[in-house]
């Protein structure tokens, strides 16, 4: 497992990932490690693996995961931390693991618990991609022409709980006005420092893996690079998102 430490950094801190409920109830788990990216794993056990993983913290929290990506040769996987699993006779069968682990181990001192900052940047029940791109820690390349640009925001919902509205804002530091393409301009209509936009949903619910597109068009541009807060809200939650944004 050396490849996951020297990747994950020096914090980095271990996950028990069950392949299934089965798998979890029958004790039997692989050895990952958690990064700023997402939980790295061996890829080969699950290869053909057709149910989502259920990752667990050695502080007692079990969450739903996701196969980001999978390299056969380098046999690595990396997994998507998901929303947490509340179901108290799994998460009692993972404490109990995770209790006979730490009695086995030396008693050095070793911290569990994953520093703060890692669960906001990896989890959360939305996916955001910028013109297709997955968000991350790095900043998000979009070309500029003569101070505008224009961008695709694509929100994908990751929770299992369906939805009925969605609002979303999104401003930027230092500011810049945004406007969603599309939309029909007057006196009273123009690009705002703040894009405000929201969606009901009538005959079917936004579901796990549901997507919705908003179309932006850019403008008054001084800088390279900015920071974007994109806040979604629903009935169900309100979730925040901080995306680093590099104009070029």
């Known amino acids: 497992m050396g490849i996951f430490l020297f990747a994950a950094g020096s914090w980095a801190q271990p996950v028990l990932v069950y392949k299934n ?41 079990l969450f739903r995961g996701r196969i980001m990506r999978l390299d056969n040769e ?37 911290s569990w618990q994953a520093p703060p900052t890692t669960r906001i940047l990896i989890s959360g029940p939305y996916q955001i991609k910028i013109n297709g791109v997955e968000v991350s820690s790095e900043p998000v390349t979009i070309r500029e022409f003569r101070k505008t640009a224009e961008a695709n925001l694509e929100i994908i919902r990751l929770s299992t709980s369906p ?61 390279n690079l900015y920071e974007w807060t994109i806040s979604i809200k629903s009935k169900a939650e309100t979730w925040q998102k901080k995306v680093p944004i590099k104009f070029e």
């Open 21 to 61: 409920e089965a798998e979890l109830r029958g004790g039997k788990s692989l050895l990952g490690y958690l990064s700023e990216d997402g939980v790295m794993v061996a890829a080969s056990p699950l290869v053909g693996v057709q149910t989502e993983p259920i990752l667990g913290y050695f502080s007692g929290e």
């Open 74 to 110: 380098l046999d690595v996987a990396l997994l998507r931390v998901g929303e947490a699993i509340s179901a108290f006779d799994l998460l009692k069968i993972h404490q109990a693991k995770v209790a006979a682990i730490k009695d086995f181990l030396p008693k050095n001192g070793v």
């Open 163 to 223: 939805i009925w509205n969605i609002q979303v804002a999104v401003e930027a530091t230092p500011s810049h006005l945004f406007w969603k393409k599309g939309d029909t301009r007057s006196l009273t209509q123009v690009p705002q420092k703040k894009l405000k936009y929201s969606q009901q949903f009538i005959f079917s619910p936004m579901r796990e893996d549901s997507k919705i597109k908003i179309p932006l068009e850019l403008s008054s541009l001084k800088e």
